[in-house]
């Protein structure tokens, strides 16, 4: 926490505006700075990429989205780390497609 404590002025303004869920003012005004930086000359060489920026709920909401955005669609195959959690797979077989675990072992 920081030494003004304004961390717990957030927090009590979330619970009192029940925005207390991934979304509202604060999701978005994180969004709308992070696009501008993300954006700003001062990372691209005077370039304007003109990127967009979404703040999710979770990993795995970002696992699909990334998914989505690549392609991947009914009976598609997709290489998973073997050695994972199941919410790297969950959003593979959500768009209908197959995971194929892998191991990084030449063998196995």
């Known amino acids: 926490m920081s030494e003004a404590g304004l961390e717990q002025k957030y927090i009590q303004e979330?619970?009192?505006?029940?925005?207390?869920?991934?979304?509202?003012?604060?999701?978005?005004?994180?969004?709308?700075?992070?696009?501008?930086?993300?954006n700003s000359s001062?990372?691209?060489d005077n370039i304007n990429l003109n990127k967009r920026v979404v703040a999710l709920s979770s990993g795995t909401a970002a696992v699909h989205l990334a998914l989505i955005n690549c392609g991947v669609k009914v009976s598609d195959e997709v290489l998973v780390q073997s050695f994972t959690?199941?919410?790297?797979?969950?959003?593979?077989?959500?768009?209908?497609?197959?995971?194929?675990?892998?191991?990084?072992e030449k063998d196995t």
């Open 14 to 38: 979330a619970f009192d505006t029940n925005w207390v869920v991934p979304l509202g003012p604060n999701v978005n005004g994180f969004e709308k700075d992070l696009e501008g930086f993300v």
């Open 42 to 44: 001062n990372l691209n």
């Open 85 to 104: 959690f199941c919410a790297s797979s969950h959003p593979i077989t959500y768009l209908g497609a197959t995971p194929v675990f892998i191991d990084s």
